[in-house]
């Protein structure tokens, strides 16, 4: 397994800003797809942004595109999530998650479909 280690997360006001970072142990065909969940309290993880690390593919669930932009820096094997515009809604436990790319440039957007996980990083929004 990867080992994954999420930072970046706080606690904001309506409509400020957060980014959030996960270190990968490495940048190899385990971590083709990286992609970022979430689990509020009493709610299932769901997937928040998915990456395709070597097509640079994404993919936004609705509730945060136009808000939340994923990206990578290859050269320091870090995933990244910009959160702009949060609202109450995004509060909640931040995931980084990586697995290997089934078909080139897609990447799944269910859980049971990652094997490395971080610990995780808390985005409290308040209004």
């Known amino acids: 397994q990867v080992q994954l280690a999420e930072s970046g997360g706080g606690a904001v006001h309506l409509g400020g800003s957060l980014r959030l970072s996960c270190a990968a142990s490495?940048?190899?065909?385990?971590?083709?797809?990286m992609s970022w969940f979430r689990q509020a309290p009493g709610k299932e993880r769901e997937v928040v942004a998915v990456?395709?690390?070597?097509?640079?593919?994404?993919n936004y669930a609705d509730s945060v595109k136009g808000r939340f932009t994923i990206s990578q820096d290859n050269a320091k094997n870090t995933l990244y999530l910009q959160m702009n515009s949060l609202i109450p809604g995004d509060t909640a436990m931040y995931y980084c998650?990586?697995?290997?790319?089934?078909?080139?440039?897609?990447?799944?957007?269910?859980?049971?479909?990652?094997?490395?996980w971080g610990q995780g990083t808390q985005v409290t929004v308040s209004s």
């Open positions: 990456l395709h690390t070597g097509s640079y593919n994404t």
């Open positions: 490495e940048y190899t065909y385990r971590t083709a797809c």
């Open positions: 998650a990586a697995a290997p790319s089934r078909t080139w440039g897609w990447c799944p957007t269910g859980t049971n479909e990652y094997n490395s």
